[in-house]
Nanobody
């Protein structure tokens, strides 16, 4: 299973970005997709999740109302629409075939799920 995250970039505060996560080796309609972010020196944290079967969505409180997770099973891709971005949203964003709420232990990516390589989002004030 491989995941390819893309769509990061530099945006001003209040702006929007749409991250994409293309999945290969797995039918996306059978998998939950989690979105995570990590700032250097800090633990990775879960920000959003879209479940496999029913497409239910869950969000961290810090992004609720601003971020929207979605997916296109025909394209085997998941997306994270990020609106009203804030400087504190600056991080490397990852997608994975696992949903974790809160912080992610450093050993978790090697043990659970498949993870993409990350895409950098920088929000300027």
């Amino acid at each position: 299973v491989q995941l390819q995250a893309s769509g990061g970039g530099l945006v001003q505060s209040g702006g929007s970005l749409r991250l994409s996560c293309v999945v290969s080796g797995l039918n996306l309609n059978e998998a939950a997709i989690g979105w995570f972010r990590q700032v250097p020196g800090k633990e990775r944290e879960g920000v959003a999740c879209i479940s496999g079967s029913e497409g239910e969505r869950y969000y961290a409180d810090s992004v609720k109302g601003r971020f929207t997770a979605s997916r296109d099973n025909a394209k085997n891709a998941a997306y994270l629409q990020m609106n009203n971005l804030k400087p504190e949203d600056t991080a490397v964003y990852y997608c994975a075939t696992v949903c974790i709420y809160g912080t992610v232990a450093p050993s978790t990516p090697a043990k659970f799920g498949s993870w993409g390589q990350g895409t950098l989002v920088t929000v300027s004030s």
